[in-house]
């Protein structure tokens, strides 16, 4: 989704519980402009959501992602009366009640099309999202000890029993996007579509069982056991013209985790917390970095490692001398609102 969306009017689906808002004066309303900007994002979501998800195959039912947006998305009949009110509201016909209240209607059909396209995009995405998170799983459950690896395989057996997620949560979901964008001033309208909700959850608990896989391979790790070391790769950051002037080291830089997040980590909802033990020289630069706990996901440790050697530390100084030594530094990868609703993260150089 755009990061350009008009605030207004993806604020009030995007926050939780939603309440609706007072009714518009003419002053306060979001103009032509910006409703006609938040449409054409609308569209242009649509036209590219196959490609962004990977072109999904068919559900258990037949349906593609192509018929859900034909049939739920921008349909002739919203279009038509998005475009009998923009008209009314452009002539300025009626007063300003009438102006007021197209414009108000204007914004139940661009809120009710945003939840549309969100409530299908968390259904097919969560598709994909299971089978990421599953390999993963599944990926954890070979390194289990034999005997430890059937209960594991029951626990990820349990997750696949059914469909992952009924065909009924989506006529659900847009139903309730109707109801709601047509909710009268002052009504609380709390909650999410049902798919959004039951997707989450789906995604929840593969990811839940992997964390929980990832500590106990961690605790199954003989004490004393060497971690893999990587070295730096890339230059040293210049030496800081101060360093910690006490007997411990501390942070002088470290990049936002956000723009190191994997691309598929993030579209399918995959966290964790990555423990890094790091090694570094007399200027703070980290020499060498490895995965003291994992998060039991290959693409976040990976990740983790690379934010390791964009980390820059002010060394410890014992008797006036700047001194090399080692940390431990957690990175965590967390999501804070639906895994679907986030655009993908900047790309970065190692």
Known sequence: MSPRIVPLLAALLLSAPLRAQAP???????????????MRQLRQAAWTMPEQLGHPAADESGRRLE????????????????????????????????????TMALQQ?????????????????????????????????EKLPEAERQSKADE???????????????????????????????????????????AQTLVDGYNTLRLKLAAELDGLREPGTEPDWVNRGIPC???????????????????DVARYYPRAALDY????????????????????????????????????????????LLPAVVDGTPQA???????KFSINSPFFLHT?????QP
Not at 243 to 255: H, K, V
Not at 325 to 331: E, H, K, N, Q, Y
């Open 67 to 102: 018929d859900d947006l034909a049939e739920y998305f921008l349909t002739d009949a919203t279009l038509a009366r998005f475009d009998e009110l923009r008209a009314q509201l452009a002539a300025g016909n009626g007063d300003a009640a009438a102006q007021s209240s197209a």
């Open 109 to 141: 059909i661009a809120m009710m099309e945003l939840c549309h396209q969100m409530a299908l995009k968390a259904y097919w995405q969560s598709r994909a999202a299971r089978d990421y998170q599953r390999a993963q799983v599944a990926r954890l459950i």
């Open 269 to 312: 909802g995959a966290t964790g917390l990555v423990q890094l033990l790091l090694h570094y020289d007399n200027t703070g630069c980290v020499t060498a970095a490895a995965v003291r706990k994992s998060s039991g996901s290959e693409e976040l440790d990976a990740a983790a490692l690379q934010i390791a050697f964009q980390t820059a």
């Open 325 to 331: 030594g080692a940390i431990v530094l957690p990175v």
């Open 156 to 198: 990820l057996r349990d997750l696949d029993a059914g469909p992952p997620l009924p065909r009924s949560l989506v006529g659900a979901s847009m139903q309730y996007c109707t109801e709601r964008a047509a909710a009268p001033a002052g009504l609380v309208m709390a909650g999410v579509p049902p798919v959004i909700q039951a």
């Open 237 to 255: 950051p210049a030496p800081a013209a101060n360093s910690s002037n006490s007997g411990y080291p501390r942070m002088r830089s470290q990049p």
């Open 24 to 38: 518009p004066t003419p002053a306060s309303a979001p103009g032509l402009e910006q409703i006609d900007l938040f």
């Open 344 to 348: 993908p993260p900047a790309q970065v």
